[in-house]
C-alpha cells in the first residue's frame, strides 16, 4: 500500500503560502508518497488552479511525487497543456503524476468552446497528439480530425520517458476499457463511493486481460474525502460541509466520504483497500490549511497504522 495526501487548494482570505510550505514539509516528513491536487475551472469553491499550485510545491519539496486527478483534457488545448505539464515535470525533476478524463454530461462544454458531442474522440485524439510533443522527436507532424500539426519544433520534454505516468479517472466500461488502453495507473474518483469504486475495478481487471496488459504494473488509486474527529456525528457533519464547498448540490455525494473516530476511518479505508486500492489519496475537506494539517497529522499517527 501507497499512501498520498491532498494539497490544500483553497484561498478565501489569501494564499497561506507559509502555512502551505510547512505542510509539504511535513508531509514528506510523514513519508506520504505524494501530495494531489484537483481541477475545477468552474465550480463553487475558490480552488487555486491544480498545475500552477503543483509548480510552486516543486519549489517547497524534494522527494513528494505531485499529483492532478484528473484533469479535463478535453477542455484544453492539447499542446498548450503538453508544454504546462512538461514545466511542472521538470520543475519537479520528474516527480509529476498525470491524472485525465474527459468529463462528462455535467461539464459547461460550450463554455470552452468544446462540441459536446465530439468531446470523447477531442479528447482522445488530445491525449495522442500531447504524447507525441512528449516524444523524443524534435519536431513534431500529427494529422487529426481536429488538429493538424506539421513539423513542429517541440522542446523541452519531460524528464520522465516517454512522459509523466498517466492516470485515467472512468467509470463507464468503455471509459475503463479507454482508460487501459491509453494510461498507465487508474485513480477512483473521490466522488464516487466504495461500491462504485469495486465495480470499476471488477471492470479494470477484465480488460486489462482483455487487452493483454500486465495489472502488475498498472497501479490503481482511490481519492477518498474524509474527516477525522473523536465525536463521529460531529466527523460526519464536518466532511460533508467541505463537500458542499467543492462539489455544492451535487446528487449523491452525501454517500462518498468516510468519517468518524479513527478507528471508524480506518474500516472505512480498508474497505477501499479491499475493493481493490493499491494507492489511498487522502483527501481531509477543510477549510483551512491548519485544519488539513490537522488531519494529516492524525491520519499519520492514529489512522494509517492500523491499516498495515
Known amino acids: ?49 491544480p498545475l500552477e499550485l503543483l509548480a510552486w510545491a516543486a519549489g517547497c519539496t524534494t522527494t513528494l511525487r505531485l ?41 459547461q462544454f460550450q463554455a470552452f468552446g468544446v462540441d459536446p ?9 488530445g491525449l495522442q497528439l500531447m504524447k507525441a510533443a512528449w516524444s523524443d522527436a ?21 524528464v520522465q520517458r516517454p512522459h509523466p505516468p498517466i492516470w485515467f479517472g472512468a467509470n463507464a466500461p468503455k471509459a475503463i476499457a479507454r482508460a487501459v488502453r491509453h494510461g498507465d495507473a487508474f485513480m477512483g474518483a473521490g466522488s464516487s463511493t466504495t461500491e462504485s469504486f469495486a465495480t470499476a475495478v471488477q471492470i479494470l481487471r ?11 504494473t498498472f497501479r490503481v488509486g482511490k481519492r477518498v474525502y474524509l474527516i477525522v474527529d473523536d465525536d463521529a456525528d460531529r466527523a460526519r457533519a464536518r466532511v460533508l460541509a467541505g463537500l458542499r464547498r467543492i462539489y455544492g448540490t451535487m446528487p449523491g455525494v452525501e454517500a462518498v466520504p468516510v468519517s468518524g473516530t479513527p478507528a471508524d476511518v480506518a474500516r472505512g479505508l ?18 483551512s490549511v491548519a485544519e488539513d494539517r490537522e488531519q494529516m497529522e492524525r491520519l499519520a499517527a492514529e489512522v494509517i497504522p492500523q491499516l498495515s
Open 1 to 49: 500500500m501507497k499512501y498520498s495526501i491532498s494539497i490544500p487548494q483553497l484561498d478565501v482570505d489569501g494564499f497561506d503560502g507559509e502555512g502551505l510550505r510547512s505542510y509539504l514539509a511535513r508531509a514528506e516528513e510523514l513519508g506520504f508518497e505524494g501530495g494531489w491536487t484537483l481541477e475545477q475551472v468552474i465550480g463553487p469553491a475558490p480552488l487555486l488552479a
Open 67 to 107: 499529483g492532478v486527478a484528473v484533469l479535463i483534457t478535453s477542455l484544453h488545448d492539447p499542446l498548450q497543456l503538453a508544454s504546462s505539464i512538461t514545466a511542472v515535470d521538470r520543475l519537479s525533476h520528474g516527480r509529476l503524476d498525470l491524472g485525465v478524463a474527459p468529463g462528462g454530461g455535467r461539464r
Open 117 to 125: 458531442d465530439t468531446f470523447i474522440s477531442s479528447f482522445t485524439e
Open 138 to 158: 524534435p519536431r513534431v507532424t500529427f494529422h487529426g480530425r481536429f488538429r493538424d500539426v506539421d513539423d513542429l519544433p517541440i522542446s523541452p520534454k519531460p
Open 206 to 216: 477484465t480488460e486489462l486481460a482483455a487487452q493483454d496488459k500486465d495489472p502488475a
Open 270 to 287: 480498508r474497505d477501499v483497500i479491499d475493493a481493490g486500492a493499491q494507492t489511498l489519496l487522502l483527501n481531509p475537506t477543510g477549510a
